[in-house]
């Protein structure tokens, strides 16, 4: 996309989240629910297929200008971006990584358009963290595998016409490389979808356990192919999907800060503002200088990772640095508020509850933290430190 069009994408998407999505975030709160008129407007502003090339009717567009999309989209609450996050990223990039041609042919359109939900099938009730150690098992019956097991928070389950289903093929093998990637339909037989959980915050968006049993798969679903293949290709999809959820962040951030900055110029105590405290002040000027550097931090790491760079430790760095600094805005700007910061009329409270889960999912900051320090060994041990 050249830099004119971008910048019209950006300054439209910013009016629509701003006009129309901010209006509907209490309500979609209370209601656990995104209006059904609101998934037809993503579709038609391309949205669940920002980042699948336009050959399969997506927008096609590089990391560095899908995070300048996000920063916009974080501005409102999480679950809006939910509704196709999945699509532009867990979902929908290890097919487009990894997939055969008659894979992307098969879907990439129909999830570009928003026909189909993707969801990515990962975790189980015994392996979070350690993602390697997936239990839920296929085994190989003529053309066919036969799936059993449980995933557990998955991301749109209750919507997902298809799951990227990680599930160990080779029972011998316990590690990664015993892990094949699979698409499978959602109305397959043998299929459960578990009820909602009931999250502490992100009210509108859904997750679930996805139940396998006995659920049969052809051999052809396999992405890309070749079984073993399967962790390869999550990992891939994650760098990606890190950047994504720190540029998500840093949107969330900006309005956290919009709301605290407003509030103190309203609000008056001992005859004056509360903003005149410098106090206060300085809670604000902790927040953007943080939401600044993470800002800067996204925006290198997403322009190489767009040239072609490998940026594993970065996008790490990233998503550790930018989901803590969330943390910590969310935390000034309910002390901003003082008792009105915990009350859910205003929206800090509730972005305070959403923003907790940046913490944890796609990898929890501890296992960020992992992630950084291998790569700081490695590169030590081969002399290549910066
Ligand atoms: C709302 C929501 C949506 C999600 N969506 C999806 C989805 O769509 N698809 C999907 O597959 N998964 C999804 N997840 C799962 C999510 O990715 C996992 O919850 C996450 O990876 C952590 O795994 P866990 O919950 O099992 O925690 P654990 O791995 O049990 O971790 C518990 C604690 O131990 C720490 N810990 C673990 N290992 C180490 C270590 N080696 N060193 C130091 N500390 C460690 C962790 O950092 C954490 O603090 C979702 C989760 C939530 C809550």
């Known amino acids: 996309m050249d830099q004119e069009t971008l910048e019209q994408t950006r300054q439209t998407l910013r009016r629509y989240v701003r006009e129309r999505l901010v209006p509907l975030e209490q309500q979609v709160a209370e209601e656990d629910r995104i209006p059904d008129e609101i998934r037809a407007e993503f579709a038609g502003m391309g949205l669940f297929g920002l ?51 008659e894979q992307k042919q098969a879907w990439l359109p129909k999830l570009a358009s928003g026909e189909v939900i993707a969801s990515f099938a990962l975790t189980e009730p015994e392996a979070g963290s350690d993602a390697a150690s997936v239990r839920t098992r296929a085994e190989r019956q003529g053309d066919h595998y036969v799936i059993n097991g449980t995933k557990r928070f998955i991301t749109n389950a209750p919507h997902a016409g298809i799951f990227t289903l990680m599930a160990r093929t080779d029972p011998a093998n316990k590690g990664a490389g015993g892990v094949t990637a699979f698409i499978v339909e959602a109305n397959t037989p043998g299929i459960t979808i578990g009820r909602h959980d009931r999250k502490m915050g992100q009210r509108g968006s859904h997750t679930a356990d996805v139940i396998f049993d006995n659920a049969k798969v052809p051999a052809a679903n396999i992405i890309g192919g070749r079984e073993g293949q399967g962790f390869k290709t999550a990992m891939k999809v994650l760098d990606r999907g890190r950047l994504h959820i720190s540029a998500m962040c840093v949107g969330a951030a900006e309005r956290l800060i919009h709301e605290a900055v407003s509030y103190a110029r309203d609000r008056r105590q001992f005859g004056q503002p509360i903003a005149e405290f ?15 550097a993470a800002r800067c931090m996204i925006r290198d790491a997403a322009r190489r990772y767009s040239a072609g760079e490998t940026v594993a430790m970065e996008a790490s760095c990233c998503k550790y640095f930018a989901s803590e600094m969330v943390g910590r805005v969310a935390d000034r700007a309910v002390q901003i508020h003082g008792g009105s910061g915990y009350i859910q009329d205003f929206a800090v409270e509730r972005f305070y509850r959403d923003v907790r889960l940046f913490r944890l999912y796609e990898g929890t900051s501890q296992i960020q933290q992992i992630v950084i320090a291998r790569q700081m060994l490695k590169q030590a041990e081969a002399g290549t430190e910066a």
Not at 63 to 71: C, I, R, S
Not at 280 to 292: F, I, P
């Open 51 to 101: 980042s699948i090339p336009e050959e399969y009717g997506g927008l096609g567009l590089t990391l560095a200008e899908e995070v300048e999309l996000v920063f916009e989209l974080g501005w409102t609450s999480p679950a809006f971006r939910s509704m196709f996050g999945t699509n532009v990223g867990i979902g929908s990039q290890g097919i487009l990584i990894d997939g055969t041609p």
């Open 278 to 292: 410098q106090l206060v002040q300085a809670m604000l000027a902790d927040c953007r200088a943080e939401a600044y």
